[in-house]
Antibody, heavy 125, light 107 residues
Framework: EVQLVDSGGGLVQPGRSLRLSCAAS????????MHWVRQAPGKGLEWVSG????????SYADSVKGRFVISRDNAKNSLYLQMNSLRLEDTAFYYCAKDRVPMRPAADATAFDYWGQGTLVTVSS | AIRMTQSPSSLSASTGDRVTITCRAS??????LAWYQQKPGKAPKFLIYAASTLQSGVPSRFSGSGSGTDFTLTISCLQSEDFATYYCQQYYSYPLTFGGGTKVELK
């Protein structure tokens, strides 16, 4: 059974940093691209960032480019999101999400077949 | 970025009703369209990809259609567990973008 467990959220002041983690199990982690998607409370879904299966390619939404860094450790079946220079508008539930297709070419976009349960990041002074 | 527009933003329906949700892309995206269902306090659930292909385990009362810029999600006979918010998502190009959501509520 595929499981994605998100963690690392919390209350943080504007301008500070936070690191999110996603622990994966139930599938061959190092064959799939992984992504982060966020959802502000009561709002819609916003794609944040993605990384291909071997960390050779990453992509970011313009709203987080230059502030957030996505990474993965295939030996630990884990995905990460380092969030720096946090802003009030970064407040959201953050979900990790799995690509539907294995070994997808880096340039190909994707749909997400499994999602973590989400972790809440609150940016407030 | 490709803009995805869903309509309606909400609808009221009864169990047994046929429900149709529309998603329009700001430019042609071929068949690169997915649908998700989200219930309050839960992560989205993957329903449909390639505009019309049901994910394994999704009930056959769900169907998707369309190509290019115009797409629809249809629930043929609404069940109590289908009351939720539905999102479309394009995966034609980065940045990946979602529609604003359609909330299906009990009439």
């Amino acid at each position: 059974e595929v499981q994605l467990v998100d963690s690392g959220g919390g209350l943080v002041q504007p301008g500070r940093s936070l690191r999110l983690s996603c622990a994966a199990s139930g599938f061959t982690f190092d064959e799939y691209a992984m992504h982060w998607v966020r959802q502000a409370p009561g709002k819609g879904l916003e794609w944040v960032s993605g990384i291909n299966w071997n960390s050779g390619s990453t992509s970011y939404a313009d709203s987080v480019k230059g502030r957030f860094v996505i990474s993965r450790d295939n030996a630990k079946n884990s995905l990460y999101l380092q969030m720096n220079s946090l802003r009030l508008e970064d407040t959201a539930f953050y979900y990790c999400a799995k690509d539907r297709v294995p070994m997808r070419p880096a340039a190909d976009a994707t749909a997400f077949d499994y999602w973590g349960q989400g972790t809440l990041v609150t940016v407030s002074s | 970025a490709i803009r995805m527009t869903q309509s309606p933003s909400s609808l009221s329906a009864s169990t047994g009703d046929r429900v149709t949700i529309t998603c329009r892309a700001s430019q042609a995206i071929g068949f690169y369209l997915a649908w998700y269902q989200q219930k309050p306090g839960k992560a989205p659930k993957f329903l449909i990809y390639a505009a019309s292909t049901l994910q394994s385990g999704v009930p056959s009362r769900f169907s998707g259609s369309g190509s290019g810029t115009d797409f629809t999600l249809t629930i043929s006979c609404l069940q109590s567990e289908d009351f939720a918010t539905y999102y479309c998502q394009q995966y034609y190009s980065y940045p990946l973008t979602f529609g604003g959501g359609t909330k299906v509520e009990l009439k």
